[in-house]
């Protein structure tokens, strides 16, 4: 008896120990995050010393779990970024859309699409600076020094499932919506590459899901966001990714918010390599209280290059 209480005893203190640790380090999580925006964000607008510095907070920023990212968000605690300015706008309904209810719309984008990690850094005016320069990103994805009035940058890349290597100034995607009723889930797969002085400096794929409910009025319809609790759990394959890294694709999450996104894959800039396309197949299954779907036959690929 007395040797299992000395055991229970050891593994208390050793779980006890364990908390704590976890509890130090989140606080030095958020002691690190806090002074990084003290330093580099000035309540109206964020300062980079150069390119690199504007680089390294973008990757790191990207690189936070849902719970860090919420905590830099709480940390920052204003609305003054694309990110809160876009989670604001609503979509009106057209009829059409009442027909598809229960089915899989599949659909590829050129529309510009940011990640929260770029759209946070950005105010809403659409400006950093890097050095004494006010940097501007365009409908275009273009970044724009408004001091020498010339293109410095973009966000941009080339889908090869489309077809379209020409393309300039887009970040791919492809979404999966599927209408319950009054409720609506999209999945996005979407690339993110950072282009500057004509170099490729970052590329990423995110998934995002956004959880939208139809709110009518006497005058009309729209969607809305949805903040409501969902698990997902995604079961998806990579391949070709001689230069891409897996950031856990399939980790099962659970959300709290109408719009959550992940970092998924990072373009790793390593020696020479033949196979630059990224190839994610699958599925993907999405379950709130009551209700429960499955995204299938997920097929995406994207070259940077």
Not at 243 to 253: A, L, R
Request: a negative charge.
């Amino acid at each position: 008896m007395k040797k299992i209480i000395g055991l229970l005893t050891i593994s208390l203190s050793l779980l006890s120990c364990s908390n704590d640790n976890e509890e130090f380090n989140q606080e030095e999580s958020n002691l690190n995050l806090k002074e990084t925006i003290l330093e580099k964000y000035d309540g109206k607008i964020f300062r980079f010393n150069d390119n690199d510095d504007f680089l390294k907070f973008y990757n790191d920023l990207s690189n936070l779990n849902p719970k860090e990212f919420n905590d830099f968000l709480l940390i920052k605690n204003d609305n003054n970024s694309i990110y809160y300015r876009n989670l604001s706008n609503e979509e009106e309904i057209v009829d059409e859309e009442t027909s598809n209810e229960g089915k899989v719309e599949k659909k590829s984008n050129t529309e510009i699409v940011l990640s929260e990690y770029i759209s946070t850094i950005f105010n809403y005016d659409n400006n950093i600076m890097i050095g004494n320069d006010v940097i501007f990103l365009n409908e275009k994805g273009e970044l724009i020094s408004t001091s020498k009035n010339e293109i410095i940058g973009s966000l941009h890349n080339s889908s090869l499932s489309n077809n379209e290597l020409n393309r300039h100034n887009v970040n791919y995607t492809k979404s999966w919506t599927i209408t319950n009723g009054s409720k609506r889930v999209t999945l996005s797969i979407f690339n993110e590459s950072l282009y500057i002085n004509n170099a490729l400096s970052s590329s990423k794929i995110f998934y995002r899901v956004h959880q939208q409910y139809k709110s009518c009025s006497f005058w009309r319809c729209t969607w809305k966001n949805d903040d409501i609790s969902a698990q997902l759990s995604p079961n998806l394959s990579m391949s070709g990714t001689c230069q891409w890294t897996n950031n856990g694709i399939n980790g099962f999450e659970f959300i709290s918010s109408a719009v959550f996104t992940k970092n998924i894959s990072n373009y790793v800039f390593v020696g020479p390599c033949a196979l630059n396309t990224i190839y994610i197949t699958g599925s993907f299954n999405y379950a709130r209280s009551g209700y429960s779907t499955n995204f299938s036959n997920i097929a995406y690929d994207f070259n940077p290059f």
